[in-house]
């Protein structure tokens, strides 16, 4: 039976990926205490006791704004961590799947991304999260990198994502404000954990980019969710949303306006449509009910 390490095991993909796991895959999930990214020598002690045949990594430093102050400590787990990491695996034969993020783009385009268009990162998290998948498939080509976008899901303890953050402020009768010169495409978890496996099963090797079909803006996808909220009775009415642009914010860093990415090659390669991210908006509010 193949034997699979999962890193960042507490996180939101790693669980999607628990609860999909197949009975023909051995798999493991260690969380950052038993795995560091940032700490080479226990990732090969892990690797020599654990002995996987395949490492999937979905620990990443995401907290974008963060970054620009931690500097040091997000590199070290968005860049070079990765590197290392996939340096490792290729020494001992193991292939890896590496996540990367719709923010490599600098966003002035108007139509959606592919694999070949030249990144431009704007900010430290970008800049990391860029270096690491360069330092991943630099270190072998069998490794996997999957960039994706504004993931969300269910998660037994953290609710943190957009559609959490959404829903809970509207419960409280907070003002909403959302961003309309920001777009991208939602992307629900379990998706990305199931296209990850079946990459897997075809032997896939190299840059894919892997979010659900369609962008949208900020505002758009609040309005969305909220829509999807009240006809599943999570709400008794959605309430409005401010439409605001990022300047709006105030933030010193500088985030991409339009990082849409296109689907098309890992629809080829999984020989089916990825799918939209409505109907996993709707699976996700269907459980939280
Ligand atoms: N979420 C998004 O919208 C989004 C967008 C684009 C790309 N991605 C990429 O998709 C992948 C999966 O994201 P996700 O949303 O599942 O992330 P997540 O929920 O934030 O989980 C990431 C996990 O990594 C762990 N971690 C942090 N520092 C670590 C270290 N030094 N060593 C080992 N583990 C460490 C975190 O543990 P702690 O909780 O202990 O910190 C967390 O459990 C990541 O590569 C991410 O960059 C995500």
Redesign the pocket.
Known sequence: MKRILV????????HALREIAPRDFEMMFL??AE????RPEVMARQLAALRPHLVI??????QVDRCEIERDPSW???AT?PEALAQLCAARDIRLV??????VFDGARKTPYSETDPPNPLNHYAAG?LAGERGVLRASPQHLVL?????FGWHPT?TK?FVHTILKTAREGRPLKATTDQASVPTF?PDLAQWTLELIRLGAGGLFHAVNDEGVSRFDWAKIILEEAVQRRLLPAAPPVEPVLSSFFNSAMRRPEYTVLSNRKLSERLGRPAGSWRAGLRKMLARMR
């Open positions: 890193t960042g095991g507490d996180g939101l993909l790693a969380g950052r795995f560091d990214l940032a990594n979905t620990a990443a430093y995401n070290a787990v968005n961590g590496h996540y990367g993020t719709d923010y999260k960039r994706t976008s504004w993931l953290r994502t978890a």
